[in-house]
């Protein structure tokens, strides 16, 4: 089950646009590559790349890592892995691991239930040790230590490996600190020379591709662990290092050459060509004085983790505009109805019938901010595509709605709470929708939370009819979709009397057998191909459904200084700016 700190990345996209949250993309508003030559341009070696920053990092320990930035910049630079995405503007070969550490993508077997990596000779930490299978293995057993290693994506490791389970549901393995169960985890991964296995519970696919997104089964040097204390300190085995071995939450580090590090263990024109020799981060409070000074090119080494605010849209023209790239991003935002109080499947269809998409982009500010969906899952996802129920015009159709609720025999004008996270654009919006929706003969009431957000309308007495939500996939694969967001069984939290305590990520309360039955299937699918097949026709039963209606894919516009080349973002998985190719020129 995704964890919260993914899904408040995909409410900041949206809901907080005003302040550019940051966010993700890949290649110029026609999908091309940039204007600088985009992967083709490879750039030179040298000079310092500056990454201006509007919020601080949640963590640099690997296996505590999950937000997208964190992902994107340290996976490139410090952090290497089994196999990993490269950078490349075509979804379709960004979206195909290669080996990094690994000599291969991989060998399964029983059925994707046993996963092996052989790892290259040559590997090495920055102070010279190699990178052992051992190392790999204790890494992923960090992942079970959440009493003291708190976030990251470790529950995907603790839901796959085969280790039994406590009788509260936990993992009988408490990780390294501990130990408890030890035993239990060494015949889950085991080691043979060069050679690491995992054993799962489960077939799993699409293990290679959360291995390149995520970290959690990244190597870790057990004589570097210190626990907690490891939050801010980088040990490498990329091509950069940190200058003085501590990152400072406030104001951020400066990485410099790793002279450990070999490229020919690697594959630089896929993966990391190192170009600038030091790269200076620096963290602000707020995201304009970056917007700022990037305007300005002040900065002409810089590239940042802000989007273009609506509020700069105007100043970015000529030559400023030969600077930006307008990308989506693998976020799709969406409503969310409540099939406890909307019972009736005409209304919540009339729902979406009246849903104005356009109007609610407009709002966000334009085709620069989103454009309309049509499923929840990515576009660029496996597994994607179009869903009839939602095909019809994206300006809404309120007489069709008004219908429709004619035909379900309600009283109208059909009252309904809409709940959203606050904010001066997400106000817009919500005005936007209101309007459409009391055009079809619905009574909305506004419900904005100014504060908190995810954890109040996971709640099932919370008195929302429909509520906004955002995704985006942990890995390029539907799985990381459907199941976290519409599978009450693993959503669904329950007493001691069967009574539904916490939803989860299902906020409108949705079960569906036969969508759960789809859901089995796709688990145990013996390959990718039948599993995806499988995962559309599941997004075929929500949308029939009306389990979610789709708004639209996020947009995000970047800015960068004149002096940048190579300038692409991460297509695979977060599409932050991709350090892979970037250079400078001075």
């Known amino acids: 089950m995704a964890n919260m700190r993914k899904r408040m990345v995909a409410l900041s996209a949206a809901a907080a646009l005003a302040v550019t949250l940051a966010a993700c993309g890949g290649g110029d508003s026609d999908g091309s590559p940039s204007s600088d030559g985009g992967s083709g341009d490879t750039g030179a070696k040298g000079g310092t790349l500056q990454y201006l920053q509007h919020f601080p990092f949640e963590s640099v320990d690997p296996q505590r890592i999950y937000y997208g930035v964190e992902l994107a910049n340290f996976r490139r630079t410090v952090y290497r892995s089994l196999v990993g995405f490269p950078f490349d503007n075509d979804p379709k070969v960004a979206n195909a691991p290669v080996p990094d550490l690994a000599t291969d993508t991989g060998t399964s077997t029983e059925n994707n239930k046993v996963w092996s990596f052989t790892l290259k000779d040559g590997i090495k930490w920055e102070d010279g040790s190699d990178i052992t299978c051992e190392d790999f293995k204790y890494g992923a057993s960090r992942a079970f230590a959440d009493d003291v290693l708190t976030g990251g994506a470790g529950f995907y490791l603790k839901s796959y490996l085969d280790i039994p389970t406590d009788p509260k549901g936990g993992s009988m393995y408490k990780g390294p600190y501990r130990g408890d169960g030890q035993e239990l985890f060494d015949k889950a991964v085991t080691c043979d020379g060069k050679t690491i296995t995992y054993h799962f519970n489960k077939p799993w696919p699409d293990f290679p591709l959360s291995v390149a997104s995520l970290m959690a089964t990244d190597p870790y040097k057990e004589s570097q662990d210190h626990g907690d204390k490891s939050k801010w300190t980088i040990f490498s085995n990329g091509p950069y290092k940190i200058d003085g071995n501590t990152w400072d939450v406030d104001k951020g580090a400066t990485l410099v050459r790793n002279d450990q590090y070999d490229e020919s263990t690697d594959t630089p024109d896929k993966l990391r060509l190192a170009l600038p020799d030091e790269i200076d981060y620096q963290i602000f409070t707020a995201a304009e004085p970056i917007l700022d000074r990037l305007v300005a090119d002040s900065d002409p080494n810089a590239i940042t983790s802000a989007r273009i605010a609506p509020s700069y849209f105007s100043q970015i023209e000529g030559p400023v505009a030969d600077r930006a790239s307008l990308v989506e991003s693998p976020y799709t935002n969406y409503l969310v109805p409540n099939q406890k109080t909307l019972t009736d499947p005409k209304v919540r269809q009339a729902l979406a019938l009246a849903t104005d998409v356009n109007g609610y982009i407009k709002a966000e500010g334009g085709d620069k901010a989103g454009v309309p969906a049509e499923s929840i899952i990515n576009p660029n996802l496996p597994g994607y595509t179009e869903q009839e129920a939602f095909s019809g015009s994206n300006d809404g159709d309120p007489e069709a709605a008004k219908a429709l609720l004619e035909e379900a025999g309600v009283d109208m004008p059909y009252p309904i709470t809409y709940t959203y996270g606050q904010s001066e654009t997400q106000d817009k919006t919500a005005a936007i ?146 350090l892979g190719p970037i250079g400078v020129t001075q």
């Not at 509520?467 to 694969?477: C, E, I, K, L, Q």
């Not at 906020?507 to 039955?517: A, I, K, P």
């Not at 009306?546 to 300038?567: E, K, M, Q």
């Open 433 to 578: 929708l209101k309007e459409g929706w009391e055009a079809a003969g619905f009574k909305v009431t506004l419900d904005p939370l100014a504060d908190t957000y995810y954890d109040v309308i996971n709640q099932p007495d919370k008195d929302s009819d429909v509520v906004w939500a955002g995704w985006g996939a942990d890995w390029p694969s539907a799985m990381t979709v459907l199941p976290p967001l519409f599978d009450s069984r693993t959503n669904f939290a329950r007493d001691a009397n069967g009574n539904v305590t916490n939803l989860g990520q299902d906020y409108g309360y949705y079960q569906s057998d036969e969508f759960e039955g789809l859901i089995d299937q796709a688990a145990t699918a013996p390959d990718i191909d039948t599993q995806n097949d499988l995962l559309t026709q599941a997004d075929t039963v929500l949308a029939n459904d009306t389990a979610y209606i789709p708004l639209d894919t996020s947009v995000f516009y970047w800015l960068r200084g004149s002096a940048i080349t190579g300038f692409m973002t991460d297509a695979a998985s977060n599409s932050y700016p991709d």
